[in-house]
């Protein structure tokens, strides 16, 4: 049997996406149709619990330069995504969402830069087709991030991006459990462009994302690649021990010279209120960094696979 070897992977997680399915996989088989170099696509099922799994096992078995990994539950999008990119044999990566809000053709022009010698073309939203709440949390979110994170990531830009494969090789020796890619690729270095793009709106089906989720998926990007949130909490403890000095200072002061009755129960009250707390958030947020650290001494696989379709053979693992 000949082992077919691509040159080029797309890398695409899917969750619950039979709607938008069929579109994904024509728009994929027209774009490798004008590529000449020999492609392959590998798509994650993470979990669905609608059709998609069938679908998928359909186009792995007919077509074999689909690839298709099915995870034996629902384990997020970033680790499905993590299970695609230690799959993939291409030379070079494209990892795309499966609703279609990251144009695949914008192959070519990420794989110009790639050819001119760039490790990593990432795509940076130009204006998004999503709620203005979304819009403005994800604006906030990627500004603190910029600022406050020990690496550069950055701002506007998601997983959706092509890297060669040494980024992803150093990318899948990364093995920390909460994971948040876009902050990893950054963190491996090497040349890396930004390639401005308009994202689309979801092609079909609804999003996948809860707001819950995206919450966690901050939360991991601020707390895996930044301290700063601890260092706040050095800075507020100063702030408070130098407050209360003064105002030590001051009621010793008046209690001296003027003999004047030192004010009451309002000023203690607000003290032990302010005081409590600024050290129950001080307790959670490096409860954050402890809890991080719990899961990842244990040390679990980041996900399982219950079967696999590559080259149209199925293996059940
Ligand atoms: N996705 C996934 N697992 C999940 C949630 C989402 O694999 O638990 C996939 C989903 O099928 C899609 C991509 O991740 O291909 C992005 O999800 P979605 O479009 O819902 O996110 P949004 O674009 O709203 O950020
Ligand atoms: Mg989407």
């Given at each position: 049997m000949m082992i077919f070897s691509p040159k080029i992977s797309f890398v695409i997680p899917v969750y619950n996406e039979e709607e938008v399915f069929d579109l994904l996989i024509k728009r994929l088989d027209a774009l490798m149709s004008k590529i000449e170099s020999p492609c392959e696509v590998v798509l994650i099922?993470?979990?669905?619990?609608?059709n998609t799994p069938v679908l998928m096992e359909n186009i792995a078995t007919k077509h074999h330069n689909y690839q298709a990994i099915f995870l034996t539950r629902n384990f997020g999008h970033q680790r499905a995504l993590s299970a695609g990119l230690e799959h993939a044999r291409g030379e070079v990566i494209m990892i795309l969402d499966g609703?279609?809000?990251?144009?695949?053709?914008?192959f070519f022009e990420f794989y110009e830069h790639i050819k001119k010698g760039y490790d990593v073309a990432y795509g940076v939203r130009?204006?998004?087709?999503?709620?203005a709440i979304k819009r403005a949390s994800y604006n906030a979110f990627y500004r603190i991030l910029n600022k406050i994170s020990n690496y550069p990531i950055p701002k506007d830009s998601g997983d959706f991006g092509m890297i060669t494969r040494r980024v992803m090789d150093n990318m899948n020796k990364m093995r920390e459990e909460s994971r948040f890619l876009r902050g990893i690729r950054s963190w491996v270095g090497y040349r890396q462009i930004g390639v401005p793009y308009e994202r689309k709106e979801r092609a079909a089906g609804v999003p996948k994302y809860s707001f819950k989720m995206l919450f966690k998926l901050a939360y991991d990007g601020i707390f895996n690649f930044s301290v700063f949130p601890i260092k706040v909490l050095t800075y507020l403890g100063v702030l408070c021990i130098s407050v209360s000095i003064i105002y030590f200072i001051l009621t010793l002061v008046k209690r001296l010279f003027y003999d004047s009755v030192p004010s009451g129960f309002t000023a203690l009250l607000f003290m032990i209120l302010l005081f409590g707390g600024v050290q129950l958030l001080s307790i959670g947020i490096i409860g954050e960094y402890v809890q991080r650290i719990f899961f990842q001494v244990k040390n679990r696989p980041l996900y399982l696979i219950s079967k696999k379709i590559i080259n149209g053979n199925k293996t059940l693992d």
């Open positions: 099922d993470d979990g669905s619990i609608d609703d279609l809000q990251d144009p695949p053709e914008l130009k204006e998004r087709k999503e709620s």
